[in-house]
């Protein structure tokens, strides 16, 4: 499963917009929850969300990943290269 927190009206949400969708159409076997968050809401509170939009990949209840702002669907691969960026 796939939470993507953030906000309607959130600009870095409507840029991540494109690529987030992008990544997804691929990805039948992930669920995706859109969690409109905003400040001092508890389930965003609760996994540390403080930038928007993150989204956390939860495996069996436990986060497996998290991506925050991505501008390309390569940041949402799992096998990217971090340090090449």
Not at 50 to 70: C, H, K, M, S
Request: glycine share 10%.
């Amino acid at each position: 499963m796939v939470l993507e927190f953030g906000a309607p009206w959130c600009g870095h949400c409507q840029v991540a917009h494109p690529c987030v969708q992008a990544w997804l159409s691929g990805r039948a076997d992930l669920a995706h929850l859109k969690v409109d968050d905003g400040k001092g809401r508890p389930l965003g509170r609760s996994f540390g969300v403080t930038r928007w939009p993150t989204l956390i990949v939860l495996e069996g209840g436990r986060e497996r990943a998290r991506v925050v702002r991505p501008t390309r669907a390569s940041d949402l691969d799992p096998q990217r290269d971090a340090t090449t960026e």
